[in-house]
C-alpha cells in the first residue's frame, strides 16, 4: 500500500474540519503541531480541486498599493483580504479517498486481552499517555456504534505493553495503534489540538472528524452515520 504522509494527511484533516476555508487558514491550523509551509497546503488543496473533493467559492481579492513617489513604481503592500475561497464539496469522497492510503491494520502495534470491564480498563489506561480512538472515542460522541475493543493510540507501544503483559487475562479486548499524525512526538500533549486530538478531564480521544477519518481507514466507515450527518450533513 503506498501510504499517505504524515503533513499530507494533517492538511486533508484541517480541510475535513474547517469545511470552508482559505489555504492560509488551513496552514495555520496545520501549524499548531506540524511545521507545514504554504506550498504544501497549495499542492494539496490543488489536487483536492482536481479530484473534485474540494471546490473553488470565489478568488482571493489582493489588496495591492505602489510607492506613488518612486520613478520606478514597486509594490509596498501586498495582502490578501482574508476571505474564504474554497469548500469541502465531497466529504465522504475524501474520506474514501484517505482510507486507500492508509490502513489502520497497519498501525496496530498490539492487541492483548485483560480481565476488568471495559470502564475500569478505560479509567486505568486514562492515566497513561494514550488518545483512545476508532469506538471506544465514538461512544462519547454517538452510542450508534459498540466497539468489541477499547483502542487507542499510544506515543510509547513497547512501555505500555510491558505493563499491560503483566495484567491478568480476561475478556476486555484492548488495542495499540503507533501515531502516524506527525513524525514528532515527545509525549502525547504535543497532538492535542483541535484537528487530531483533544481533552476532557483525563480522557483523551481523537476529534469527531479524526474519529470518523479513523473508522473509514478501519473499514467502519458505514457506522460513522451520525458523526456524517453532524459534521457535514451528509448520508450513506
Request: charged share 30%; with cysteine; proline share 3%.
Given at each position: 500500500m503506498k501510504?499517505?504522509?504524515?503533513?499530507t494527511l494533517q492538511i486533508m484533516v484541517a480541510v475535513?474540519?474547517?469545511?470552508?476555508?482559505?489555504q492560509r487558514m488551513v496552514w495555520r491550523l496545520c501549524n499548531r503541531t506540524n511545521r507545514v509551509s504554504i506550498g504544501?497546503?497549495?499542492k494539496v488543496i490543488n489536487d483536492l480541486l482536481q479530484?473534485?473533493?474540494?471546490?473553488?467559492?470565489?478568488?482571493?481579492?489582493?489588496?495591492?498599493?505602489?510607492?506613488?513617489?518612486?520613478?520606478?513604481?514597486?509594490?509596498i503592500e501586498d495582502f490578501d483580504t482574508g476571505n474564504a475561497t474554497y469548500r469541502l464539496s465531497d466529504p465522504v469522497g475524501l474520506l474514501r479517498y484517505i482510507s486507500l492510503f492508509r490502513s489502520m491494520r497497519?498501525?496496530?502495534?498490539?492487541?492483548?486481552?485483560?480481565a476488568g470491564k471495559e470502564e475500569t480498563v478505560i479509567k486505568e489506561l486514562s492515566k497513561k499517555q494514550v488518545i483512545f480512538c476508532l469506538g471506544t472515542a465514538q461512544e462519547r460522541f454517538t452510542p450508534y456504534f459498540r466497539p468489541d475493543e477499547v483502542s487507542f493510540y499510544s506515543s510509547d507501544p513497547d512501555g505500555l505493553y510491558d505493563y499491560l503483559r503483566s495484567a491478568k487475562r480476561g475478556n476486555t479486548k484492548i488495542?495499540?495503534?503507533r501515531i502516524d499524525y506527525t513524525r514528532n512526538?515527545?509525549?502525547?500533549?504535543?497532538?492535542?489540538?483541535?484537528?487530531?486530538?483533544?481533552?476532557?478531564?483525563?480522557?483523551?480521544s481523537t476529534t469527531e472528524v479524526q474519529t470518523v477519518v479513523d473508522m473509514f481507514c478501519d473499514g467502519k466507515g458505514a457506522y460513522t452515520k451520525p458523526l456524517l450527518k453532524s459534521l457535514w450533513g451528509v448520508e450513506i
Open positions: 501510504h499517505i504522509q504524515p503533513k475535513l474540519s474547517a469545511v470552508t476555508f482559505s504544501q497546503v497549495n479530484k473534485g473533493f474540494v471546490e473553488e467559492l470565489f478568488r482571493r481579492k489582493r489588496l495591492i498599493r505602489f510607492e506613488k513617489a518612486s520613478p520606478i513604481a514597486r509594490v497497519e498501525l496496530r502495534v498490539f492487541s492483548i486481552s485483560v488495542t495499540c495503534y512526538i515527545d509525549d502525547i500533549g504535543s497532538v492535542l489540538d483541535q484537528l487530531f486530538a483533544q481533552k476532557e478531564g483525563r480522557f483523551r
